[in-house]
T-cell receptor
Framework: GESVGLHLPTLSVQEGDNSIINCAYSNSASDYFIWYKQESGKGPQFIIDIRSNMDKRQGQRVTVLLNKTVKHLSLQIAATQPGDSAVYFCADRKPGGSNYKLTFGKGTLLTVNP | GAVVSQHPSWVICKSGTSVKIECRSLDFQATTMFWYRQFPKQSLMLMATSNEGSKATYEQGVEKDKFLINHASLTLSTLTVTSAHPEDSSFYIC???????????FGSGTRLTVV
């Protein structure tokens, strides 16, 4: 991800709506992408991942879309719930296996209004 | 499975003192540990990568003499902030890859406040 800037983008949605969180990454060689959820004062929590040979992957209430042409990643959360309120980060990794470092995006603060 | 236990969860120390943060892999062997720093409302910034039995690799701009990393065993990596200053106050997080498919597990983080 592009880890620049001092201010978190924010997204505010109503409970039950769908949320779309976007992320741009800079390294065209990256082959593995992950979305994390981070609640205040806690470490990142894995949500869903996708490899560069795919353009879409679905999990429970979440879908990740990968557009390698424009180096863009999105996370869709269906039927957003108050418990989904957190900061969401994308991360990407260059080829080299799991011992290789992740680069985190700037994050998006999701607020779900009841 | 794949749990990294990080301690302490928070610590307050005086300027000039040193603080040690521990990360233990509880149910797997962590040959690699990544150490991140996160300032409020910002992303995770990688500080260094430690590998068991060898010297850590530090990212550009990170002072290796100030942030001492030890990874002497497959289940324990430590980060020591030496001669801490208020500007070192931050949230420190460790992470380890736990499978060949690319999974990473994160510690719960340590909130360091230097007064």
């Amino acid at each position: 991800g592009e880890s620049v800037g001092l201010h978190l983008p924010t997204l505010s949605v109503q409970e039950g709506d769908n949320s779309i969180i976007n992320c741009a990454y800079s390294n065209s060689a990256s082959d593995y992408f992950i979305w994390y959820k981070q609640e205040s004062g806690k470490g990142p929590q894995f949500i869903i991942d996708i490899r560069s040979n795919m353009d879409k992957r679905q999990g429970q209430r979440v879908t990740v879309l990968l557009n390698k042409t424009v180096k863009h990643l999105s996370l869709q959360i269906a039927a957003t719930q108050p418990g989904d309120s957190a900061v969401y980060f994308c991360a990407d990794r260059k080829p080299g296996g799991s011992n290789y470092k992740l680069t985190f995006g700037k994050g998006t603060l999701l607020t779900v209004n009841p | 499975g794949a749990v990294v236990s990080q301690h302490p969860s928070w610590v307050i120390c005086k300027s000039g003192t040193s603080v040690k943060i521990e990360c233990r892999s509880l149910d797997f062997q962590a040959t690699t540990m990544f150490w991140y720093r996160q300032f409020p409302k910002q992303s995770l910034m990688l500080m260094a990568t430690s590998n068991e039995g060898s010297k850590a690799t530090y990212e550009q701009g990170v002072e290796k003499d100030k942030f001492l990393i030890n990874h002497a065993s497959l289940t324990l990596s430590t980060l020591t902030v030496t001669s801490a200053h208020p500007e070192d106050s931050s949230f420190y997080i460790c992470s380890a890859p736990w499978n060949s498919q690319g999974g990473y597990t994160f510690g719960s983080g340590t909130r360091l406040t230097v007064v």
